[in-house]
């Protein structure tokens, strides 16, 4: 479809509240629907909620910081896939459903003598036709 036709969806997706869907102030939201995204996050990072529909996304952690014990990340990934990565401090929690697709972690888990209270990032959400992986 021309572009016209796709533009209105990709406005909506980006202009979406992020206090909608689960995300609590404060947290990241991402969308893409036909098209893809890239973001590489540093600082603090409390969680939030990706979106990818028919398009692909990657998500950058490895220099962002959990402020706390943990943080939750939302992920629905609909005939596209989402890639995050962690620092090799974090512990991957994988509670990701898949239809069709699937979620993976590919993490190495950290050694607990050299991190011995790992930040854990607890990934949540739905893979349908589509892929999430987690890797360091």
């Not at 629907?33 to 979106?51: A, C, H, L, P, S």
């Not at 005939?79 to 994988?94: K, L, Q, R």
């Given at each position: 479809?021309?572009?016209?036709t796709?533009?209105?969806?990709?406005?909506?997706?980006r202009?979406?509240?992020?206090?909608?869907?689960?995300?609590?102030?404060?947290?990241?939201?991402?969308?893409?629907?036909?098209?893809?995204?890239?973001?590489?996050?540093?600082?603090?990072?409390?969680?939030?909620?990706i979106?990818?529909?028919?398009?692909?996304?990657?998500i950058?952690?490895?220099?962002?910081?959990?402020?706390?014990?943990?943080?939750?990340?939302?992920?629905?990934?609909?005939?596209?896939?989402?890639?995050?990565?962690?620092?090799?401090?974090?512990s991957?929690?994988?509670?990701?459903?898949g239809?069709?697709?699937?979620?993976?972690?590919?993490?190495?888990?950290p050694?607990?003598?050299?991190?011995?209270?790992p930040?854990?990032?607890?990934?949540?959400?739905?893979?349908?036709?589509?892929?999430v992986?987690?890797?360091?």
């Amino acid at each position: 479809p021309p572009r016209s036709t796709l533009f209105p969806y990709t406005t909506l997706f980006r202009s979406m509240n992020l206090n909608a869907g689960g995300v609590q102030q404060g947290q990241r939201k991402e969308s893409a629907v036909f098209g893809g995204g890239r973001r590489v996050y540093n600082g603090d990072f409390t969680g939030g909620k990706i979106e990818a529909v028919f398009s692909g996304f990657e998500i950058d952690l490895r220099r962002a910081t959990i402020p706390g014990d943990s943080a939750v990340l939302k992920v629905d990934a609909v005939f596209g896939g989402v890639e995050i990565f962690i620092p090799e401090s974090w512990s991957a929690v994988v509670r990701g459903d898949g239809v069709f697709g699937s979620f993976s972690d590919s993490t190495v888990q950290p050694n607990l003598t050299l991190y011995p209270n790992p930040k854990k990032l607890i990934v949540k959400g739905a893979a349908v036709f589509g892929g999430v992986d987690i890797k360091n």
